[in-house]
């Protein structure tokens, strides 16, 4: 079955990098465009950034232009969230979709299967 498996979350200071891994298998991975969501406490979820097959991607918040940064290896079946200048607006559970097609959106209507989420803390 399809499955998608984040990792890489903790405790980070402020000013300080985390990069997010997203496991998938039960699908043919080089297929579908896979999206990052987040949802910080007592807010809802918000899209975050997309990938595409080919690589192509996009980031969706602006406050994670210049320090997002997201990739795919499509032999290892993982995108990748490369995360600096964290700071505490980062806090919160980080989620991985696969997009039911191979094209982005921005929208957690889009997306067909989620990963349970991994936790990101930013604090001193």
């Known amino acids: 079955q399809v499955q998608l498996v984040e990792s890489g979350g903790g405790l980070v200071q402020p000013g300080g990098s985390l990069r997010l891994s997203c496991s998938a298998s039960?699908?043919?991975?080089?297929?579908?465009?896979i999206g990052w969501f987040r949802q910080a406490p007592g807010k809802e979820q918000e899209g975050v950034s997309c990938v595409r097959p080919n690589g192509e991607n996009t980031l969706y918040l602006d406050s994670a232009k210049g320090r997002f940064t997201v990739s795919r290896d499509n032999a290892a079946n993982t995108v990748y969230l490369q995360m600096s200048s964290l700071a505490p607006d980062d806090t919160g559970v980080y989620y991985c979709?696969?997009?039911?097609?191979?094209?982005?959106?921005?929208?957690?209507?889009?997306?067909?299967?989620w990963g349970q989420g991994t936790r990101i803390t930013v604090s001193s």
């Open positions: 039960g699908f043919e991975f080089g297929s579908y465009a």
């Open positions: 979709a696969r997009r039911s097609a191979n094209i982005c959106a921005r929208f957690p209507g889009a997306y067909d299967y």
